[in-house]
């Protein structure tokens, strides 16, 4: 006997987005669908919320080793995404090497629109086997924040980068310009871990990660973006260098050291300290109209505390896309 139900037009793991303009200018979900292991949720909206919120889960709090998940996203003229987590994304132990656990991510930003993605961090499992591409198609007008940042495993369980491959890429095409027949490669951020031995001077991965507990990559573009990108860039040309000498005397420092500062100055101050302190290495540099920012930290908490202090300093996330947007990163 066959069932009266229609079949499903979708697969195991995908899943879609939509996002539209209201004529009153609110953004709304016109649509989201996904199937097992993928899960969405978006809560029911405000009246004053500035985008549309999505959690971005999984049955059980991970992937299990085999699972494929893939999501597309379109952001229509206008309108703004937030997508978040509600915990680490969880990349379970494969029985094999060649048993790869894959997770894309395709997203169409339409002119004007706007996405902020900004999760938690995924954390491999010892033995675990990932691939993550995740591809940005962004039209003329359009701001896109990326987050995309990975762990070292469970430091209870003494994991340090005991997984067996991690890949990771994310690519910004540009399409929709002026004077383009064809979408433009603006970035292409390619990371690949890999758990087996590699040279005589850096025998393992754990020795090539440095003490770093977390790694990332902050991917700013258009618009909406502009103040943030050029906080960062002020930010990192304001960092101490190596071989820098002080050449004031003493005097002159104390006297300065007297002085009352600003807040900004203050928040900095105590920001060095702690990057000092948490062995916090960073870097910022504009790449063909979009801004990189790459970090890593000695504990994930660290990390998270950074570049939290970091967007909320700034502020203009918050106030383009709202409180929820940075729940991860708080």
Same mark, same amino acid.
């Given at each position: 006997?066959?069932? !009266? ?6 697969? /195991? ?20 669908? +996904?199937? +097992? ?12 919320? !500035? ?53 894309? #991510? ?9 996405? &902020? ?12 086997? +990932? ?27 003494? %994991? ?10 994310? %690519?910004?095409?540009?399409? %929709? ?32 990660? +440095? ?11 258009? !618009? ?8 960062? #860039?002020?930010?990192?040309?304001? #960092? ?17 050291? $007297? ?13 060095? /300290?702690?990057?000092? %302190? ?5 870097? $910022?540099?504009?790449?063909?109209? &979009? ?5 890593? /930290?000695?504990?994930?908490? $660290? ?28």
């Amino acid at each position: 006997m066959e069932s !009266p139900f229609p079949k499903s037009s979708s697969s /195991a793991g995908e899943g879609r987005i939509i996002v539209d303009l209201l004529p009153n200018r609110l953004s709304t979900l016109e649509h989201i669908s +996904y199937q +097992y292991p993928l899960k969405l949720i978006s809560p029911s909206p405000k009246t004053d919320q !500035p985008s549309v919120l999505v959690f971005l889960l999984s049955y059980g709090g991970g992937l299990v080793g085999g699972d494929q998940v893939n999501l597309s996203v379109e952001v229509r003229p206008g309108a703004k995404l937030s997508m978040v987590t509600q915990g680490h994304t969880k990349i379970f132990q494969s029985v094999s090497p060649h048993v790869v656990t894959r997770q894309g #991510l395709q997203v169409e930003l339409k002119r004007h629109a706007a996405f &902020c993605l900004l999760p938690d961090p995924v954390q491999p499992f010892e033995s675990s086997v +990932y691939e993550q591409i995740q591809t940005f198609n962004v039209a003329f007008g359009a701001s896109l924040c990326l987050l995309d940042w990975v762990t070292h495993g469970r430091s209870a369980r003494g %994991e340090n980068w005991s997984l067996t491959r991690w890949v990771g890429r994310n %690519e910004i095409w540009a399409s %929709e310009a002026p004077k383009l027949s064809k979408p433009r490669l603006l970035v292409r951020d390619a990371i690949v871990l890999d758990g087996k031995e590699r040279s005589t001077q850096l025998r393992t991965l754990q020795e090539s990660m +440095y003490k770093h507990a977390v790694v990332g990559t902050l991917v700013l573009r258009g !618009p909406m973006m502009k103040s943030l990108g050029d906080f960062f #860039l002020s930010e990192f040309a304001a #960092l101490p260098r190596l071989g820098a000498r002080d050449f004031r005397s003493a005097e002159t420092r104390q006297k300065e050291a $007297a002085t009352p500062r600003l807040p900004i100055e203050t928040w900095r101050a105590t920001r060095l /300290a702690q990057e000092q %302190e948490s062995n916090l290495l960073w870097s $910022a540099a504009s790449v063909r109209g &979009c801004v990189v920012v790459k970090f890593g /930290a000695a504990t994930v908490e $660290a990390g998270r505390n950074w570049i939290g202090s970091m967007l909320l300093q700034e502020g203009s996330l918050e106030r383009e896309f709202g409180e929820a947007a940075l729940m991860c990163i708080r």
